[in-house]
């Protein structure tokens, strides 16, 4: 079959497309013929110095998130499976590849009516954007800004915030992601690459209770600026490529509580089926911004690295 594999850490052109060995569904397994790849942020960090969750020997097949048709099974996995579109992580290996052999119970079936692609999207940034709305207690009537609005992950916050009835900021990076982040029906939008972007935002929404912060950095902590007393704020994301780094005392001086979405691989799995769930019910729908054959995962990394991308990245691999 064929795969993309990382031979050695470093730049995007160490992803090389090649032959590999067909996987076999083992005990337990089931054996999913790829259609679409996940490719996140994290793994574009492991591919470059190893660093992240993710754990395995080179050489390896790297990926995380597929979806898929389900085309046999393992001893002791359910064969009911056998046919039925699904999504699901690898555990960090073998993704980028035509066929990959997961742990069948960790699969989640994708309901009718959700395009396979869609699934898969939402995958990651979908639980992810679930557990943050519910880390943060959105009330009707907050005031919420949304840092790198036109992601794969703020798209989804932009139109949960809403639906959750707050008032929602939408601070993005230059003309192209704005006009996303206002598409999706943000109350106020500004470009935070525009030194007076704090200003706006105060003068529009008069500050904000919670800060959804993607990006981290100098832009992390004027978002934080921003926040009153009783003010949320959580992060996600450090797309400047270092964390916020509030301390708890100037989080106290503020009256300010930062918090850390946490979840158990149950909850998680829940965020993920309710994201699926109102992606059926049209209520939730991930952008799409670029999508790549398997054969260029490398220059689907480079984008996602140099920030040009907005909304999800996809590999196509059937």
Known sequence: MRAVWLTEFGGPGVLVEGDAPDPVAGPGQALVEVAYANITFVETQFRAS????????????????????????????????????????????????????VDAGALIEVPDGVALDTAVALLADGRTAMLLVRAAGLRDGDRVLVEAAAGGVGTLLVQLARAAGATVVAAAGGTRKTRVAGDLGADVVVDYLEPDWPERVREAAGGVDVVFDGVGGAIGRSAFELLGRGGRMLSFGLASGEWASISDEAATDRGVTVLRAQASPAELRAFTENALAAAAAGRLRPVFGQRYPLDRAADAHAVIESRATVGKTLLEVA
């Open 50 to 101: 190893g660093a992240g969750p993710f754990r395995a020997e080179l050489p390896m097949i790297p990926g995380n998130g597929v979806g898929g048709v389900v085309t046999s099974v393992g001893g002791e996995a359910d064969r009911s499976l056998v046919g039925k579109r699904v999504i699901g992580s690898t555990g960090g290996s073998g993704g980028y590849a035509e066929r990959v052999a």
